[in-house]
């Protein structure tokens, strides 16, 4: 049997300077949920969250950018994915209908550490989600992250790079 070599020229590398090790990365996408509030009263009360997107990617028409969302606009966001892309789409933190019950002696889905484990789950989602490459592609992502207030009747398409 014969044994197969390795091509050395795979193994050379260039010497790393201060630039490349410390500089910025050449690709980067930072997503983070932080600062929840909770608004409304009653039967209209809801916990929205700030995300907050600082990319490089030319895909991506703004470099920086700071959005509020709900649990609606995730569940829209999965909704767009799975309908428009051929993305799988991992599952998002589901809707806590125990939590709701009432009489429970707390805060329910308003409870604080409710609360910050629901802001940790979105997190991860939206950091899955955006960094899938077809993701990126679907104009209903660059909605969710990047504007404002999220025309739910935009018409679904690819984005181009610039």
């Known amino acids: 049997m014969a044994e197969t070599v390795a091509d050395p020229r795979r193994l050379i ?5 201060l630039n490349d090790a410390y500089g910025p990365p050449s ?3 930072e997503i983070d949920v932080s600062n929840p509030q909770t608004v409304g009263v009653g039967r209209g009360r809801f916990t929205t969250y700030e ?6 990617l030319p895909i991506f028409k703004l470099k920086e950018s700071t959005v ?4 609606s606009d995730f569940e829209w966001l ?3 994915l799975e309908r428009e892309s051929k993305v799988v789409v991992p599952p998002r933190p589901g809707k806590a209908f125990l939590r709701q019950l009432p009489f ?20 991860q989602f939206i950091n899955k989600v955006s960094g899938h490459p077809l993701a990126q592609n679907e104009r209903c992502l660059h909605v969710f992250l ?6 739910k009747s935009y018409t679904p398409s690819k984005i181009r790079h610039a």
């Open 13 to 17: 590398t260039k010497p790393q300077n």
């Open 51 to 56: 995300i907050r997107v600082k990319t490089n």
């Open 78 to 80: 999965r909704s767009e």
């Open 68 to 71: 509020r969302r709900r649990y």
């Open 146 to 151: 990047q504007d404002e207030i999220i025309d």
């Open 104 to 123: 429970r002696g707390d805060d329910g889905i308003f409870d604080d550490n409710f609360i910050e484990e629901r802001k940790q789950g979105r997190e």
């Open 27 to 29: 690709n980067f996408l």
